[in-house]
C-alpha cells in the first residue's frame, strides 16, 4: 500500500492505495464521493471524468497513485459556494439535457473543460467534444443544447427534440 495525498475539491485528502487502485476507485471507495460514476469496464462511457490538475480525464484510465500531489474537481465541487447550481448544471435542468442522469456527472464535468477551452463553441464543435461520452437515454439533442446555453448562445432556434 502507498499513501496518497491530493486535493479534491479544495480540500486535502489522504489515504492508502494498492498500486492497482484507479483513481475512481479511489474517490468512489475511499473517499465516498460517489457522484463520479462507472458506466463501462472499457474506459469509453465517460460517466467517470473528472479534472486532474484542470484537464478532463476518464477516472477509470488512471491510478489513484498517478494523481498524488494533484488537484482533483468532481461533479461534487461543481456547484456554487450558496449550494445553488452553476450555470451549467442549471442549463442541463432547463434544456432537459438528462434523464436518469447516470451520464450527467461526466457530461458536465466534460461540458466545463470544453468552455474552459472555447467558450462558445458551435453545435458541432460539442459533439464532436463529447464523443467520449455517452448517454444512453437523451440522444445527445438536448445535452448539446444545454452546454450551448451555458455557453451564453441563443439556442431558440435549435429544435427541441
Ligand atoms: Fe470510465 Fe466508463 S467508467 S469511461
Ligand atoms: Fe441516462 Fe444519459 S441521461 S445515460
Known sequence: MTKVTMTVNGKTVSGEVEGRTLLVQFLRDDLRMTGTHVGCDTSQCGACVVHVNGEPVKACTM??????????????????????????QQAFQD???????FCTPGMVMSAAALLKENPRPTESEVRDYLEGNICRCTGYHNIVKAIMAASGQDVSQIAAQ
Open 63 to 88: 491510478f489513484a497513485n498517478e494523481a498524488d500531489g494533484a488537484t482533483v474537481s468532481t461533479i461534487e465541487g461543481m456547484a456554487n459556494a450558496d449550494g445553488s447550481l452553476s450555470v451549467i
Open 95 to 101: 434544456h432537459h439535457g438528462l434523464q436518469c442522469g
